[in-house]
């Protein structure tokens, strides 16, 4: 009797979405050769504030083949999902002549601080999906902070119009279920809604790639094919 | 007496009027440019087009006359050049156009840059690497 009373109260208090919810965990892989990071020389007259070296932010691949910045989304509609009560503040800061982190994950209808950690001038462009200018500040004072809202789901470039290799990805997101790898290629999606989904894997430069997962799935191994083009 | 008509005559307001009417209705001067269009990682073919253009057009109008463009802010200002014949600027890949006024990028406005006969027009898109 006594089980019974704490599994009514159990589900009194479980939301009905955790209840018949599952989680994903997964890596995101590259069939070998693995490609490296690019070393970007940087322009004499930018590497007195900036160093004489960047290494390029758009693929950076583990030594055993796990990629970095894949951003992993669940496609369909959620309309009643939630995006997690928080107050985080979500921060895309200039340091060391880079835009950290490189891709951001954000809720719709949020903000986005932009920082500016350093006394180097700085020239921060936005832009759409469509090529559309979304904004384009200049940031010349070290802890100087911007702050935009993002109304509409979708990507969004971030560039500085100084130096030509900084450059950051906002992922604003319409519904909870995306999830980004991390440094070492792997990612987790919770409290994914009871049934079969497409799933969307993307990479700035590797592309797109699309499977299907369902309850079953726990952990998923996703692999892109070999990369050949040299531009990373 | 015939001299006091004819200063009457060319002060009059009717004759200054006159020349008025008559400079509108004649055409602006013509001068001939070159406009270069190199489409470069977008791999179409480069254009090349000589023609005569009115005095003090801007490198914009004068691609005009070549190609299809689409206006809008890809860098700072609306009346950018945005596209060039369905070829964008792309933020993603760091794609960009370029324009060049007799070899030289100093002062080169699409908007803002009047040209004078004999001048070259390049337009190149061109991917920034880094």
Not at chain 1, 120 to 127: P, T, Y
Not at chain 1, 132 to 147: C, E, S, T, Y
Not at chain 1, 165 to 174: L, N
Request: glycine share 6%; hydrophobic share 40%.
């Amino acid at each position: 009797m006594k089980v019974f009373q704490f599994f009514f109260l159990f589900l009194a208090i479980t939301p009905i979405q955790s209840l018949f919810a599952y989680d994903l965990e997964g890596k995101v892989q590259i069939q070998p050769p693995y490609p490296q990071a690019i070393e970007l020389k940087v322009e004499e007259k930018h590497a007195a504030d900036c160093g004489p070296v960047k290494l390029s932010p758009k693929l950076r691949v583990s030594p055993e083949g796990l990629v970095a910045n894949v951003v992993i989304k669940l496609e369909g509609n959620f309309p009643s999902a939630k995006f997690s009560p928080s107050t985080q503040n979500y921060l895309l800061n200039q340091i060391h002549c880079e835009f950290s982190p490189h891709v951001l994950l954000i809720p719709e209808k949020s903000t986005l601080s932009i920082l500016n950690s350093e006394a180097v001038l700085h020239n921060v462009r936005a832009f759409d999906e469509q090529t559309k200018m979304l904004f384009n500040d200049a940031m010349p004072v070290k802890g100087q902070i911007l702050r935009k809202r993002f109304e509409k789901p979708g990507r969004v470039i971030i560039r500085c119009g100084i130096h030509p290799w900084m450059h950051a990805i906002t992922i604003v997101q319409e519904h909870p279920y995306y999830a980004l790898t991390n440094e070492s290629g792997y990612f987790q999606m919770k409290d994914i809604p009871d049934g079969n989904y497409n799933l969307s894997i993307w990479h700035e430069v590797l592309g797109e790639i699309k499977t299907q997962i369902g309850p079953q799935s726990r952990f998923l191994t996703l692999t892109y094919p070999p990369f050949s083009n040299g531009a990373s | 007496m015939n001299l006091a008509i004819l200063i009457l005559l060319l002060t009059s307001p009717q004759f200054t009027a006159g020349n008025l009417l008559l400079s509108m209705s004649m055409p602006a001067a013509l001068i001939p440019v070159t406009v270069k269009v190199d489409f470069g990682p977008a791999g179409k073919p480069s254009v090349q087009k000589e023609f005569t253009i009115k005095d003090h057009s801007t490198p914009k109008e004068a691609l005009s006359k070549v190609l299809p463009i689409e206006e809008g802010a890809i860098c700072c200002h609306p009346a950018e050049v945005k596209a060039i014949d369905g070829v964008s600027g792309d933020p993603m890949k760091n794609r960009w156009w370029r324009l060049k006024i007799n070899g030289s990028e100093k002062k080169a406005s699409p908007h803002k840059s009047h040209l004078k006969a004999g001048d070259v027009v390049e337009w190149i898109y061109f991917e920034d690497r880094q």
